[in-house]
């Protein structure tokens, strides 16, 4: 058994994906590379066959019709051999010498007999442009090296939550959950972390700058002109995720809190999106939203009510509209995203 499998859901990939591979291959033999080619119509799939032809024990090409990032996950973890599961999208990449003592802490984790169900590490936002590049961070509410629960799992900040691009879970697990994300979709990555975290008990977090987010292609799916004109996807997930928050068996008060937290995010940036574009038909569906989220958590509809993240989108009338755009604008500058 491989130690981790890393999927590269690649969808017309062929400029960029080559960097993405190659920060992936110094793993050596204990990392098994599936390179998943969804229905590209450039030379992806010309680029996965060579790489698979010249590393064949460690890089395995698949090719599927186009199902979408969310179908290109799920044929990742499908075929995934490994003991660990990582995601790594096309366009990114990770930091050699973080990743290699990634390797090696699992390897003493795994010899030990200690398996974990996430191992969690930073991820830089690789904005194109920007002077300042913000890195997530968790050492102020997780310990470092060390097996951790969720009993020592400290408050998340405000815009601090865990994305794709920060952990690594059990393979088995994600088979053990469920997951399934839906075809065609995109904004899908907040499912998938956002859905195992109820099966999650044993956590290991590294204080370390692994994978390089990066953003600056015109087309890229969280450039915020393309998150407007997909916001019902956007709005699509940001439901799911709600409902698969109604249907947990949580005990862990932490685990609450954080999942409370990262639906509030989510649910924040739907609702500025929609006020952002302006429309009269998006501003029906942010109260549609609204109405959703008191009628199915009104927990998180109390939070969006009377927090502060919350009171910024419900700002009344057109003046209010473009005080919650105006401090959307500084927390990008602030985090970096988008």
């Known amino acids: 058994m491989k130690l981790l499998s890393v999927a590269i859901p690649c969808y017309n990939s062929a400029e960029y994906m080559r960097y993405c591979i190659e920060s992936l291959l110094p793993g050596g033999e204990e990392v098994e590379i599936l390179i998943v080619n969804d229905g590209s119509s450039d030379k992806t799939a010309e680029i996965a066959d060579a790489y698979e032809a010249q590393y064949p024990t460690i890089v395995k090409a698949i090719h599927q019709e186009n199902g979408g990032h969310g179908q290109a996950v799920n044929t990742g973890i499908q075929h995934a051999s490994g003991l660990y599961f990582k995601v790594v999208d096309s366009d990114d990449w990770v930091e050699i010498r973080a990743y290699l003592k990634i390797l090696e ?27 300042y590049k913000k890195t997530m961070k968790y050492d102020n509410v997780m310990p470092e090296n060390r097996v951790f629960t969720w009993d020592e799992v400290g408050h998340f900040r405000k815009g601090q939550y865990i994305l794709m691009h920060s952990v690594i879970y059990r393979t088995a697990l994600l088979h053990e959950c469920g997951l399934e994300l839906p075809k065609h979709t995109f904004y899908v990555d907040n499912l998938y972390v956002f859905t195992p975290l109820e099966y999650v008990k044993k ?65 924040v940036v739907s609702a500025i999106l929609l006020i952002r574009s302006g429309t009269v038909e998006n501003l029906a569906k942010k109260k549609e939203l609204m109405d959703y989220v008191k009628e199915h958590d009104f927990r998180l509809y109390k939070s969006l009510k009377y927090g502060v993240m919350g ?21 990008q500058r602030l985090v970096g995203f988008n």
């Open 105 to 131: 802490t699992l390897r003493k984790l795994t010899s030990g007999q200690e398996l974990i169900d996430a191992f969690l590490s930073n991820f830089v936002y690789e904005k194109v442009g920007a002077k």
């Open 203 to 267: 956590m290991y977090y590294m204080d370390v700058d692994f994978y390089r987010y990066f953003i600056g292609r015109e087309d890229q799916s969280v450039q915020e002109q393309v998150m407007i004109k997909r916001i019902d996807q956007q709005i699509k997930v940001n439901k799911l995720m709600i409902e698969t928050a109604g249907q947990m068996q949580v005990e862990h008060e932490a685990l609450q809190n954080y999942l409370l937290r990262h639906l509030e995010i989510v649910t």
């Open 311 to 331: 009171r910024l989108i419900n700002l009344p009338g057109r003046a209010g509209r473009k005080i919650s755009v105006g401090a959307y604008k500084i927390s």
